[in-house]
């Protein structure tokens, strides 16, 4: 776009970059305070990361929310690519428009309306049929993959539209019966997008309270309803740990990511390169 | 084209009661309330070098993709080899296609691309490997086999989807504007490499195009498609030489065109008085003496010459130099006649102007003049 | 496929050779309505199947029971079914001033919030797309890495800097700027400083997307025909990064109206939003069939939105 930044907009930049990391930094300073009372600095130490390294809470919560995490991510994922896939390339089928629909609604729908629905399906569901008698794990990450997967459809969507239909068609010409077109052409060309939608699903997993809340059961405490526990009561110095490490270990995969997918544009560079530099 | 033709130059007429290799019918297709392509009828035959021109939105491309399977027909019914086309789904077809885009598959070497055809038919995998070697080396790539197409420049993805599309030996294969992509100089070198090896190869060719030039070097015959309809089908001599109609005269090269009556009909010669000259045809052609017709004469069919005297008779006006175009190779002089009309003509400049010779220039007085064999007569 | 595999492939009988390829037809040509099967079966029991559940109940009797609400169908033992359907629910709700309190407070302050994310994310979405090839990605980075990151920690960090004893307010004592702490924990200042702190990053990608494929050259056109740069953003880029607008303020509207976590870890119990009153009436007072209800009315106020959004972004996909 022409013309460089404006003052004003550097400024509103600026204060927009500080007002989104300042809290952050500081939460992760104060995880280092020696004092029991968070805002009160009396020193630095690293007492609390020990404290949440002996807490068997924790861990189990961890543990927890990561299993949930990678099954929900991994069969949200499947039916998100399923779901994607039918919207873009199957044209008009019966009940598009109330497929459709359920894809976009979760994307906005408060968390409190879908998971009042979900507790109130499961006990429903248990008085017809007796399961699920127990609230938990399994009913934890039912609703997470219901919720998760249309966003997963989200991302598959965008770039199945973007990436056109030249090549299944070539494929197609080729020889190759749809459902072959399917595994040997489109497939792989998704499989950056559907990495994305795995991500992103486990992220969201992870970071769930709402929903998780309404449908845990006695003692199946995942990270954030235990982390929220304790908040409600105020501020905790082994919560301030648990944070930045949580941030830390966050950041350090975020950067991976865009470093791979950094590393992947200058190969691309490379390849454009080494097609010009050459007389045909 | 050069070499000794392995093919027929004239398949469409070396018959002996063959069947055409394909067969249009009334094909019709339309998007809501666009007819795309209007109820046309086309043969094509073993072994031709086949081009549709046209415009864009003229319908060349949708008639591929329908012969290619990937649109359905509204009407009509297409025949490839004696077998009706119409449930035959695109991967069941003995067609095989040149995307305009190449769309060669990125995740794939140049090998496996070729291959992947091969694949699907369940070839054994010695010969999948004898049959991608000999097609690399036709279209000279064998030294790029393990690169991947983001590698490759624009010239060479084009021969890797023409090798990709030639190896399974399809009975027709369908190209969509495959030069357009190209660079001038490239385009030039690739349409003659592209008919040789049509020759060498012996597949039918469809060529989509809107460029006429390519359309003229390669094919054998041609059909010219304006809003979903055939103009005119035949060889480029003939549409060139020969045209139908006005639309056809003015698409392919350029025509200055005059309208008259008819005044003479016989069966060695036709006179027809325009406004501003009498022209003499010295061919027959039926025609109504006293209609209505339209004479058109080609640029370079035209002489010019420096005069100051007026002149008269049959197929000569007098003008004026109106404004000049010079080419290098040719000049376009733009001659005002009496009437206000303004002919194009073009002359190659075949020798340098000296002081003797001097060039034609603005405002000159010029009489120009034509053979009465050049004189193309259109009734539309 | 070699010759060997072709060759070892089951000798069919006459009997199962028919079959075996009605069933392979079956599937080849099928396959499609299995991949639209799975996904839309799951959907509509686990998503669409609860919201009717939801419904029924909105429409029972608190009772004394586990499920602590009536049952819509009976079956009386001579096999006569009534059915019970009471809308005082719904009434209660529309009567007492407390509900309708806070469902206008809630769409109040999700609307404020929305407009103020629009107000400081437009130019700072404005001014990542006009950064330099080498500023944009890192700003995308640093713009996008909060979004990944935990939720309830971001709103959790806000708390320690808005407390009494907080961050901010021993700042601005130490400074002599002030002789109290200042209250902004647990008021509704802190609510709309979580939800626009937490919401943003909803608001900024949706535009940056748009104003990322704008045509650069247009403002050049318009610079090129006399405009100056302020009559350029607002008849020119304005107007056109409005889909981006609307897909950002749908982003934050509809879910911030129903926050559940932010009014209660910011605002206490001093902020009403609707998203809290449905789980107290739900967690504490056991009241099933109200909360039921609550989320109902909820639901249609926000079904239009919603439906808005869906259009938009089916308009969204058809461009791209």
């Known amino acids: ?8 907009l550097t400024i509103m930049l600026t204060l927009g970059l500080a007002f989104f990391y300042i809290p952050m930094i500081l939460l992760i300073i104060y995880s280092f305070n020696y004092s029991k009372i968070v805002p009160v600095w009396g020193g630095w130490s690293l007492r609390w990361y020990e404290v949440l390294f002996q807490s068997e809470e924790v861990w189990s919560a961890v543990s927890l929310s990561l299993q949930i995490a990678f099954i929900n991510a991994t069969f949200a994922t499947i039916l998100g690519a399923l779901a994607g896939l039918a919207m873009v390339r199957f044209g008009r089928f019966r009940g598009r428009t109330l497929f459709g629909g359920m894809l976009v609604a979760p994307l906005v729908m408060p968390e409190v309306i879908t998971g009042l629905s979900l507790l109130v399906f499961f006990i429903s569901l248990n008085e017809l049929v007796g399961w699920p008698a127990e609230r938990g794990f399994t009913t934890i990450t039912i609703a997470h993959i219901t919720f998760s997967m249309a966003f997963v459809a989200v991302t598959i969507q965008a770039r199945l539209t973007g990436m056109g239909e030249d090549l299944e068609e070539a494929a197609a010409d080729l020889g190759a019966k749809p459902f072959k077109v399917l595994t040997a052409i489109t497939l792989p060309r998704l499989t950056p997008a559907l990495i994305s939608g795995w991500l992103l699903a486990f992220t969201l997993s992870l970071d769930d309270l709402v929903i998780a809340s309404f449908v845990t059961g006695p003692g199946a405490n995942t990270l954030p309803i235990l982390i929220f526990s304790r908040i409600r009561l105020g501020l905790r110095p082994d919560i301030n740990a648990l944070a930045t490490i949580i941030i830390l270990v966050i950041s350090i995969c975020v950067l991976i990511a865009a470093i791979l997918m950094f ?16 007389n045909s | 084209m050069t070499g000794a033709p392995t093919v027929s130059d004239t398949p469409w007429l070396d018959q002996d009661g063959q069947k055409p290799l394909v067969q249009i019918k009334g094909v019709t297709k339309k998007y809501g309330d666009v007819t795309a392509v209007d109820n046309v009828d086309l043969d094509i035959y073993q072994g031709e070098l086949f081009c549709l021109l046209g415009g864009s939105g003229c319908g060349k491309s949708t008639l591929l993709r329908m012969l290619a399977g990937f649109e359905s027909l509204n009407g009509g019914s297409i025949t490839i080899d004696g077998m009706d086309m119409a449930d035959v789904p695109a991967y069941e077809r003995p067609t095989n296609m040149m995307f305009q885009s190449y769309a060669l598959f990125p995740h794939m070497s140049v090998e496996k691309n070729i291959a992947f055809g091969l694949q699907q038919d369940r070839v054994p995998k010695n010969d999948i490997v004898d049959r991608v070697h000999d097609i690399l080396t036709l279209v000279e790539l064998q030294d790029f086999k393990k690169r991947k ?17 030639l190896v399974k030996q399809p009975k027709l294969l369908l190209l969509d504007e495959p030069l357009a992509a190209l660079d001038k100089k490239l385009r030039k070198q690739t349409q003659f490499e592209l008919a040789n090896i049509q020759e060498k190869v012996g597949v039918t060719f469809i060529v989509v195009t809107h460029d006429q030039e390519e359309a003229m070097t390669l094919s054998s015959r041609m059909a010219v498609m304006d809003a979903g309809r055939f103009q005119q089908i035949g060889t480029p001599t003939e549409i060139y030489e020969f045209p139908d109609s006005r639309f056809v005269a003015d698409f392919i090269g350029s025509a200055n065109f005059f309208e008259g009556r008819v005044t003479e009909d016989s069966s060695d010669h036709v006179r027809v008085q325009t406004d501003v000259a009498e022209v003499y045809i010295d061919h027959g052609q039926s025609v109504l003496v006293g209609s209505k017709i339209w004479v058109a004469l080609r640029p370079e069919k035209i002489q010019i010459v420096k005069t100051d005297e007026p002149v008269s008779g049959p197929n000569t006006v007098n003008g004026v130099v109106d404004d000049i175009g010079y080419l290098g190779e040719t000049s376009i002089y733009k001659v005002a006649l009496p009437n206000g009309q303004i002919v194009d003509v073009t002359a190659p400049n075949q020798s340098r102007p000296t002081s003797e010779t001097p060039r034609i220039t603005w405002e000159e007085k010029v009489a120009i003049s034509w053979e009465p064999s050049s004189v193309m007569l259109l009734n539309a | 496929m070699s010759d060997a595999a072709a060759q070892t492939a089951p000798a069919a009988t006459p009997e199962t050779k028919p ?14 309505s299995i991949v639209v099967m799975v996904p839309f079966a799951w959907l509509l029991i686990f998503f669409l199947a609860p919201f009717f559940i939801v419904a029924k109940i909105s429409l029972a009797e608190l009772a004394i029971a586990s499920p602590p609400f009536t049952k819509m169908i009976e079956w009386a033992d001579s096999g006569i079914m009534t059915i019970r359907i009471v809308f005082d629910n719904f009434t209660y709700i529309f009567e007492d001033d407390l509900y309708l309190n806070t469902y206008l407070n809630s769409l109040k302050i999700s609307t404020t919030s929305t407009f103020l994310c629009l107000l400081f994310g437009y130019p700072i979405a404005y001014a990542i797309v006009r950064s330099g090839p080498v500023a944009k990605p890192v700003l995308l980075f640093l713009i996008i890495l909060p979004f990944w990151t935990s939720f309830l920690l971001r709103v959790y960090a806000w708390m320690g800097l808005l407390a009494d004893q907080g961050t901010i307010n021993n700042l601005l004592i130490s400074l002599g700027l002030i002789d109290e702490p200042i209250r902004m924990l647990y008021t509704e200042f802190a609510v709309y400083v979580g939800i626009v702190y937490t919401y943003m990053p909803f ?11 704008l045509d650069g050259s247009l403002n050049e056109a318009a610079a090129d025909l006399g405009s100056r740069p302020t009559n350029t953003f607002f008849k020119v880029t304005l107007p056109l990064t409005l889909p981006g607008i609307i897909a950002g303020c749908l982003l934050v509207f ?11 870890l910011l605002g206490g119990g001093n902020v009403n939003m609707i998203g809290r009153v449905l789980y107290n009436e739900f967690s504490r007072n056991s009241d099933w069939p109200v909360a039921a209800a609550v989320a109902i009315v909820l639901l249609f106020l926000l079904v239009l939105p919603i439906m808005v959004f869906q259009y938009f972004q089916g308009k969204a996909s058809e461009a791209s």
Do not use: C, H
């Open chain 1, 1 to 8: 776009m022409y013309g460089k930044r404006s003052r004003f």
């Open chain 3, 254 to 264: 509809i879910p911030a109206t129903g926050e559940y976590v932010i009014p209660d």
């Open chain 3, 203 to 213: 608001m900024i990608l949706p535009l940056y997307a748009n104003m990322e494929k």
């Open chain 2, 149 to 165: 197409p983001q590698q490759l420049s624009g010239g060479q993805r084009q021969r890797v989807a023409l090798a990709r599309a």
């Open chain 1, 263 to 278: 590393r992947q544009q200058r190969a691309d560079l490379r390849d454009q390169q080494m097609a010009a530099g050459e």
């Open chain 3, 19 to 32: 079959l075996m390829q009605r069933i392979r037809r079956k599937l080849q040509n099928n396959w499609r």
